[in-house]
């Protein structure tokens, strides 16, 4: 069946590194854009970053630009990202999801708990 899982998520503190990543199976990985979300307390899920099917092109939420860096791997079957130079308000639930062009299907991952507290 089809399963997106994240994982990499944790406490660190403000200023510091994490590295998520989303291991997908039981689909064609690489007809999808991939895309990273987050979900605050309290608040509405949003997007984060996002790549092409081919990884040629990526995208970014302002709030993350410059800090964030989303990749993809798809022999690996695998969405990755980068989270540098980490602040308070970038603590949240962090969800991977899969888009097919042309077409309504999208599937989602559990989420990895991501914290930013000294």
């Known amino acids: 069946q089809v399963q997106l899982v994240e994982s990499g998520g944790g406490l660190v503190q403000p200023g510091g590194s994490l590295r998520l990543s989303c291991a997908a199976s039981g689909f064609t990985f690489h007809y999808y854009v991939m895309k990273w979300y987050r979900q605050a307390p309290g608040k509405e899920r949003e997007w984060v970053a996002g790549?092409?099917?081919?990884?040629?092109?990526?995208g970014y939420a302002e709030s993350v630009k410059g800090r964030f860096t989303i990749s993809r791997d798809n022999r690996r079957k695998t969405v990755s990202l980068q989270m540098n130079n980490l602040k308070v308000e970038d603590t949240a639930v962090y969800y991977c999801k899969a888009e097919a062009i042309g077409s309504d299907t999208v599937y989602w991952g559990q989420g990895t708990q991501v914290t930013v507290s000294s």
């Open positions: 790549v092409t099917r081919d990884g040629g092109v990526k």
